[in-house]
């Protein structure tokens, strides 16, 4: 499968929270560095993540904010 989104960072599943609906997947993509994301547990089904297992975080956004304490 081919994705127009130029950020796609490849990573293991380190945790997967379900909750009524939806989960939170939890992908290391480097030591130390996570991104997590929330998705429908249908989807966490279909696409047979599991914890060990290999997935790819893609990020497509028009925008990323950065703040800082003042």
């Known amino acids: 499968m081919k994705l127009s989104a130029r950020n796609q960072l490849p990573g ?12 939170i997947v939890t992908i ?4 130390g560095l996570v ?6 547990n249908a989807a966490i089904d279909e696409l047979g993540l599991r914890e060990g297992g290999r997935a790819i975080a893609v990020i497509k956004a028009s925008s990323v904010m950065v703040g800082v304490e003042s």
């Open 12 to 23: 293991t599943v380190v945790a997967i929270e379900r909750g009524a609906v939806n989960g």
């Open 28 to 31: 290391e993509v480097a030591p």
């Open 35 to 40: 991104i997590t994301s929330s998705i429908t």
